[in-house]
């Protein structure tokens, strides 16, 4: 069975409900038409499209996961957004993302600042005061806090990623499950319970303590990083994820189950993707609120004119 199968079993779902809830009345099926139990013969007609009304439109309750994010649509955009991340690792080894906890290792066209800064050490004047306090030294900390914002966004990607496969998989797991539940009732098969965890639940989890580089007036001021879970479905936690349970007893309680199912699937989609909200907003509000943590001064040669860059508060001299 396969996600992109869904409508095609929503709608088997709802022929097996009426037949599963005819069969459990005594009625059976044979060249395309319904024959009801001895004595039943007068209201047969009428129960049979009793029936049919009380389920026609159950399959409409898998609709709102037709069409759910395919998780490889995202991939190009963590792909940059990672690629844009090893652009900004400097410092003697790297960074570590501190969604994923992979070290990424130091550009080496960003670490060439080091000799720009070495060079600058004889250059005097306004200009040459200006760059070495306000471009040279926050640089180390302006790429740090450029990298942690990447990582928030990179790791928001990858949460987006794992809740979509895990949702594709936890719907299919529901109509896979209701599907033979409802083969097993009415008489055919051995009705039984199926028990299953809604794996989505585990497939986000938040890091709150992503530091930024700060003044020493704002010290506290931290990114939440939302990162993504392990991927394959075996490896998720399960023993953290709610439980849902469908079996084989009645027509009727297996649709109302499915429901309740599906209901929980879509709180905890709603759940995640308020985590993920959350840490992006936060994240927002930090950075307007403190732009210059993240954004590197304009030098002050850029403002000179032919007439002021020669002197002491253009290009100054060279000692």
């Known amino acids: 069975m396969s996600y992109l ?5 929503s709608v088997k779902f709802e022929e097996l409900a009426i037949h599963a809830s005819l069969r459990a009345q005594g009625f059976n099926k044979s060249g395309g038409t319904w024959h009801p139990p001895l004595g039943a013969e007068d209201a047969a007609d009428l129960i049979v499209a009793s029936t049919y009304r009380r389920y026609t439109g159950v399959a409409q309750m898998f609709t709102p996961f037709f069409g759910l994010p395919g998780p490889n649509d995202l991939q190009e955009t963590y792909l940059r957004l990672e690629s844009a991340q090893a652009k900004l690792s400097t410092g003697g080894d790297g960074y570590v993302d501190p969604a994923s906890q ?3 290792g130091a550009d080496p066209v960003m670490n060439g ?20 306090g306000k471009f ?22 990858k949460a987006e990623i794992a809740l979509w496969t895990e949702a594709r998989r936890n719907v299919d797991e529901i109509a ?3 599907l033979t539940a409802l083969q097993s009732t009415g008489g055919i098969g051995d009705p039984k319970m199926e028990v299953f965890a809604l794996t989505v639940a585990a497939s986000v989890f938040s890091v709150g303590a992503a530091a930024i580089a700060t003044t020493a007036a704002a010290t506290s001021l931290t990114l939440t990083v939302a990162g993504a879970a392990a991927q394959a479905a075996g ?9 849902v349970a469908i079996d084989g007893g009645t027509a009727q309680g297996i649709v109302d189950q499915t429901l309740n199912a599906l209901n929980a699937l879509a709180f905890e989609i709603h759940q995640k ?18 732009k210059d943590l ?7 040669l850029a403002d000179q004119t032919s007439t002021t860059i020669t002197t002491d508060s253009g290009l100054g001299e060279n000692l």
Do not use: C
């Open 176 to 178: 896979h499950l209701a």
């Open 102 to 104: 992979r070290l990424i």
């Open 136 to 157: 040279l030294k926050p640089w180390p900390a302006v790429t740090a806090n450029q990298f942690t914002l990447l990582a928030v966004l990179a790791g928001a990607i």
């Open 273 to 290: 993707e308020t985590e993920i909200a959350y840490g992006l907003a936060m994240g927002l509000v930090v950075v307007t609120s403190h």
């Open 235 to 243: 490896a998720v936690p399960r023993e953290d994820a709610p439980k």
């Open 113 to 132: 600042m080091s000799a720009v800064e070495a060079a600058m050490q004889d250059w005097r004047g306004v200009a040459a005061e200006q760059f070495k």
């Open 294 to 300: 993240f954004t590197a001064v304009r030098p002050w």
């Open 5 to 9: 199968e869904l409508a095609e079993h």
